[in-house]
């Protein structure tokens, strides 16, 4: 089994409601829980909240009751994400889900969308594929670059040049990439405490340079579903989820 775990969470502070801000047409978390249903790999998808608003959404987005974990507001200042996925973990179990048969298992941000068909299955592919215990998205850096609103309401973004070292080679040199956030893959054993890691077991897979854009200030959000629009729907298609799922084979 490979559950995704979606976190959303109501009281965000510098974007108020955040997780249910209209991004092109959908709650932002809906967008999130979209994209894991429509992965070819995960098995199960939960949405942990401590908020009603987000777990209607939730349901409304095809979310089993079962999988549906309500918990207390954290304040995500004093409490670590790897004590928010221990706790996710827990709570599964006690729901009867067997955590200790999964892996790996696959964590995601719901207020982080700028995430494209089959991301997830890449990084599940990459997890399986060795001994990692940790799998990530990293992003070329390419600077300098700004963002530009235009009028019709789009964003673009301008990169600069970017000339790496001789030799670079774009899908293993670490030091020219940033990490993307918004969702993790690992196992199981690491988010329980029951094995160590180090920076050795860590692997990654390749993003783009629109991905490290987020949901963190007001003023992202224009520039967030300006990418999103741009590089999602207009590139690939509104219905570019359910496309990637239906094929999946049977």
């Not at 987000?54 to 200042?77: N, S």
């Not at 390419?142 to 964003?155: H, I, M, S, T």
């Not at 077991?201 to 390749?206: K, L, N, S, T």
Request: glycine share 8%; proline share 6%; hydrophobic share 40%.
């Amino acid at each position: 089994m490979i559950p995704a775990f979606v976190f959303a969470r109501g009281g965000s502070k510098r974007i108020s409601r955040k997780n249910v801000l209209p991004i092109c047409g959908r709650p932002v978390v809906e967008w999130s829980i979209i994209q894991a249903q429509s992965s070819h790999m995960i098995t199960d998808v939960f949405l942990t909240t401590d908020d009603d608003e987000i777990a209607a959404i939730g349901v409304q987005a095809g979310i089993d009751p079962g999988h549906m974990i309500r918990r207390l507001p954290w304040d995500f200042g004093r409490i670590t994400g790897s004590l928010v996925m221990a706790d996710a973990l827990d709570a599964a179990y006690r729901m009867g889900y067997d955590i200790m048969s999964c892996d790996p298992v696959v964590s995601i941000a719901g207020c982080c969308i700028l995430r494209p068909p089959g991301q997830l299955d890449k990084q599940i592919k990459k997890y399986l594929s060795g001994k990692h215990v940790s799998v990530h998205v990293m992003m070329p850096w390419a600077e300098p670059w700004a963002v530009e609103k235009l009028p019709d309401g789009y964003v673009k973004t301008i990169i600069g040049k970017f000339e790496p070292k001789s030799g670079w080679n774009p899908d293993s040199d670490e030091q020219y990439m940033r990490p993307f956030g918004g969702q993790g893959v690992a196992d199981v054993r690491a988010h329980l405490g029951l094995i160590e890691i180090n920076f050795q077991h860590f692997a990654w897979v390749r993003g783009e340079q629109w991905q490290c854009f987020d949901l963190d200030e007001p003023d992202d959000i224009p520039i967030v579903e300006g990418m999103f629009q741009t590089q999602i729907i207009d590139k690939l298609g509104r219905d570019c989820y359910a496309e990637y799922a239906a094929r999946r084979s049977n």
